[in-house]
């Protein structure tokens, strides 16, 4: 008599919980866009399975979890969280910019040696701004190089069409509004520094793993973001832009 009595007590407690599935979650992990081993020997499919599979995913529940504590946190877009990220708690701001960084890291990647070049209007611009590509990596390898401990480093646009590069600390991004306002922007090309990106293969040289990156640069997404980025500036600053 006892036994059907509790059983339908945890039943009525478990339908009465309030529930979060994967299904109402409102943060996902996406599949990497391409196998594990699709980026060797410059990344190795270990490092990728790791790095997406728990540290990415890491990320996701943590602010899944924060998002059922906190309901406003739940309505915003990957992109707006970023935008506003000085109204949230760190833990917030760590886990939303660890997602929004790696989803943006997969998706500029592609097989060595077949991403192409960089667009004509993007060449002018990293011609315009950094006297050529050459001087562009070089400056954004040193970037990578001079942030210490964990963080990024970014090629932006900035609000007035030019492009800089910059880097960020542990999980910001150049889209965050608690960014310094100088090292704002849009990023069209990032790379990610710590150690869990590089150190199974390179130990501790990051130098050679910033080196080796560009051969999986996808320039075709990376010019597409350059026309997104200044197409969604002021007509003003596109008009300077383009100059
Ligand atoms: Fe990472």
């Known amino acids: 008599m006892i036994r059907p009595f509790l059983t339908l007590l945890v039943l009525a407690l478990v339908l009465a919980a ?9 943060f996902a992990l996406a599949p990497l866009p391409y196998p594990p081993d699709a980026l ?14 728990r540290h990415h995913k890491a990320y996701v529940d943590n602010l899944n979890a924060q998002a059922a504590q906190i309901p406003e946190l739940a309505g915003l877009s990957l992109l707006d969280l970023q935008r506003q990220m ?4 760190t833990a917030v701001r760590n886990n939303g910019g660890g997602h929004w960084n790696h989803d943006f890291f997969w998706n500029l990647m592609t097989r060595p040696g077949t991403g192409g070049e960089p667009s004509a209007a993007l060449a002018a611009a990293i011609e315009r701004d950094f006297g050529g590509l050459d001087a562009m990596k070089q400056a954004f390898q040193q970037a990578g190089l001079a942030r210490f401990g964990s963080g990024w480093a970014w090629l932006i646009v900035r609000p007035d069409g030019r492009l800089a590069i910059t880097s960020t600390p542990n999980q910001d991004n150049p889209l965050m509004d608690l960014v310094p306002e100088a090292e704002r922007g849009t990023p069209i090309l990032g790379n990610d520094v710590w150690e869990h990106a590089y150190y199974l293969a390179y130990q501790n040289r990051r130098g050679d793993y910033l080196a080796a990156w560009w051969q999986v640069v996808d320039w075709g997404k990376v010019s597409a973001h350059y026309d997104r980025a200044i197409a969604e500036l002021a007509p003003s600053a596109a008009a300077a832009a383009a100059k």
């Open 18 to 26: 309030p529930r979060l599935d994967a299904g109402d979650a409102p």
């Open 40 to 53: 060797e020997p410059v990344i190795d499919a270990k490092t990728m399975e790791i790095h997406h599979g």
């Open 86 to 89: 000085s109204r949230f708690p």
